[in-house]
């Protein structure tokens, strides 16, 4: 894992003294609000519903136990004893007052954290595969290229008033973790013909009122030129980007408007134009690499006598690693994911004693690595299949073993109307119906891979676009409607669903899922997910069920 | 009838005008009738000079509901109560017929803090 140096030390120590004296000039009205909110927002600090929101910056989802533990300190001692994670790999405090913001900051310097660059017109953090350096399939750390990102965006002053914020996400294999093609900029790591390594570069994906999938504008670009290649595309945004209408002011638009080839035949004359001056030199992409370097693996056999036995024995272990337990690239190793989806619960919280023991699970057994998930999970990247035994039961006993990684109730939803001031909806409480409804585990995993993705605005953090079903939060005159769409995918194989027809209320949206889910039952060949299904029979049948009764 | 809500600079808490001061509980706000119309906008603007005390402070539109006045807005109800994924968080923790009635209380319009909140981004 990246650690700072004493640069980066002493930066975030002033950098929270200078936000302690922001903050006391704004209590004491020495600033106004409207000077103020700028200022808070640098340092990640919203105002919602209830109290201050604090989001805290989790660079490129990755995690070392001390740092989780310090999580759940801040969790306990000023919220209320649980953290948010959230689809851009970050974690909200939802409960935060503002006079404690600044000590908050402090104890977040004091393990290599801050709440730099999560809000704002500035480069965002970078999200990468959350099974980076474990997975088989990888092609290269992505953890490499995001932590250069972050050394080369943090404060970068050419990109800190960007026209709107700005996204990009590192896949680093065929199978799509990140969402790329929805990201601002999606990159995907790549081998050529040569067998030299690259990025498939896309430009102005994105969700929210106008949703697109990215084109690609550069199929190969050598990776020693990434660096100069994301700064062209970003010079051309920062010119050419809509500066007098908010809701134009993404690179999507810029790129939609332009057409793809217009726009990267303006990046490719920026890009010739700069040379390769500003790319990262090889000795400093090598000193990066390094603190990603892997740590010892043991050498085991791929087969565990201790893992087998278990999963003979005890059949909700067998269930967790059906679902939740992937494959790893050094034998008698495994990926484990840990849902943060209990049935009934909040996707994506935590609680302090949670955070806890995961951070214990993850130093104990998991080489002190976590991971954070656009999907609102947690991974432990590193286990021996040895050790997953006693790592499920611990899971258990603090109610992080559900089996439903990627099933029906591995639901998206963000914090919605029960915390965010701009929502129009409650998300929470919707997937956990839905989630109750597929209780039965036998029947999520009949149904198999299932991605269901709520937001409760249009502003869309719950990637409702992108849901295999999307369910979108309304405003009808003060009351909470839901639209559902149809065939969204985040993927590799990326879309933007369609509305399925007129919003439900609340208590049908439940249902509906049920009925669409029997419509695929019924209609599904050998295979098939449901996305799958839907694509080859259309939105009608399942239309046509939803509606029934309304006809 | 309508009150008068903001929230709190020093800790983000919802509070709500009575007479000069501002209070936690919904069930203490004070209340202004249609006919105290001049008042009202007097109270929001002597509010929105009260900076180093609260942000934001707007009007509420009431509903009768049973037997006492609660927001018309699902989103202004959802701020004198709390979450509804965490009924002990917020202020329908202490319980009481106030918030009971602001829990079922059924009235629905759009919330004037919603929409000023989109007009100032």
Redo the contacts between chains.
């Keep these: 894992m990246y650690r700072y140096d004493t640069i980066d030390k002493e930066f975030l120590a002033d950098r929270a003294a200078e936000f302690r004296g922001q903050v006391t000039r704004r209590l004491t009205g020495e600033i106004t609000e409207d000077q103020f909110k700028p200022l808070r927002l640098m340092n990640g600090l919203y105002l919602q519903l209830h109290a201050y929101m604090l989001r805290i910056a989790i660079p490129y989802g990755s995690l070392n136990p001390t740092q989780l533990r310090k999580l759940a300190w801040i969790a306990r001692t000023y919220d209320k004893g649980y953290g948010h994670f959230t689809t851009r790999t970050n974690l909200q405090f939802h409960w935060i007052k503002l006079a404690d913001a600044p000590d908050i900051l402090d104890h977040l310097a004091s393990v290599d954290m801050h709440a730099i660059q999560t809000s704002g017109n500035c480069i965002r953090n970078t999200t990468a595969d959350p099974w980076a350096g474990a997975t088989p399939e990888e092609i290269d750390d992505p953890r490499v290229w995001s932590e250069a990102i972050r050394q080369w965006s943090s404060l970068h002053p050419e990109f800190s008033f960007l026209p709107r914020k700005f996204k990009i996400a590192i896949t680093a294999s065929a199978k799509d973790r990140t969402a790329a093609r929805v990201h601002d900029i999606g990159l995907a790591i790549k081998r050529n013909r040569q067998g030299a390594m690259g990025f498939e570069v896309m430009v102005g994906g994105g969700l929210g009122a106008t949703p697109y999938v990215g084109p690609t504008i550069r199929e190969f670009l050598p990776a020693a030129r990434l660096v100069s290649y994301l700064e062209a595309i970003l010079r051309v945004y920062n010119r050419l980007g809509r500066r007098d209408n908010r809701t134009k002011a993404r690179i999507k638009i810029l790129v939609a408007s332009l057409g793809a080839e217009e726009f990267g035949r303006q990046v490719e004359a920026e890009w010739e134009a700069m040379g390769p001056g500003s790319d990262l030199p090889d000795t400093e992409l090598a000193r990066i690499r390094a603190a990603f370097a892997p740590t010892a693996f043991e050498t085991l056999p791929a087969r565990s006598a201790a893992f087998e036995a278990a999963k003979g024995s005890d059949p909700a272990f067998a269930r967790f690693v059906r679902n939740n337990v992937k494959p790893h690239k050094i034998p008698g190793y495994g990926i484990v994911e840990v849902s943060l989806k209990a049935i009934g619960e909040t996707p994506g919280d935590a609680t302090a004693e949670q955070m806890e023991v995961i951070a214990d699970l993850g130093e104990r057994y998991g080489q002190d690595d976590i991971r954070v998930t656009h999907e609102q999970n947690l991974v432990l990247p590193h286990v021996k299949l040895d050790d997953l035994p006693t790592v499920h039961a611990a899971l258990a006993a603090a109610g992080l073993a559900t089996p439903n990684i990627n099933l029906i109730s591995d639901i998206i939803a963000c914090p919605g109307l029960d915390y965010c001031a701009l929502a129009n909806a409650r998300a929470i409480p919707v997937a956990q119906h839905i989630a109750e409804r597929f209780r039965d585990q036998d029947r999520a995993e009949l149904i198999g891979e299932l991605k269901i993705k709520i937001s409760g605005c249009i502003n869309a953090c719950g990637h409702h676009h992108v849901g295999h079903i999307g369910i979108l939060g309304v405003d009808k005159k003060g009351e909470e409607f839901y639209q559902l769409t149809l065939g969204g995918s985040g993927a590799e194989d990326a879309s933007v669903g369609k509305v399925l027809g007129p919003a439900l209320p609340a208590n049908r949206v439940a249902e509906a899922i049920d009925t669409m889910v029997e419509v695929y039952l019924a209609q599904r060949q050998d295979g098939e997910r449901f996305l799958d299904t839907l694509r080859r029979t259309g939105a009608a049948p399942f239309k046509e069920a939803v509606y029934a009764d309304v006809h | 009838m309508r009150a008068l809500t903001a929230?709190r600079?020093?800790?983000?808490?919802?509070v709500f005008w009575n007479h000069g001061r501002w209070v936690e509980r919904f069930a203490e706000a004070q209340l202004f009738g249609d006919g105290d119309g001049a008042a009202a906008e007097a109270a929001e603007g002597h509010a929105k000079t009260e900076?180093?005390l609260v942000?934001?402070p707007y009007l509420i539109d009431l509903i009768e509901s049973g037997e006492v006045w609660a927001p018309?807005?699902?989103?202004e109800r959802?701020?004198a109560l709390?979450?509804?994924?965490?009924h002990h968080?917020?202020k329908q923790a202490e319980g009481g017929a106030i918030v009971e009635a602001l829990q079922h209380a059924s009235?629905?319009?759009?919330?004037k803090?919603?929409v000023d909140?989109?007009k100032r981004?």
């Design positions: 929230n600079l020093a800790d983000g808490e919802v900076t180093t942000v934001e018309l807005s699902y989103r959802l701020r709390g979450p509804t994924n965490h968080h917020g009235g629905a319009a759009r919330s803090g919603r909140l989109i981004k």
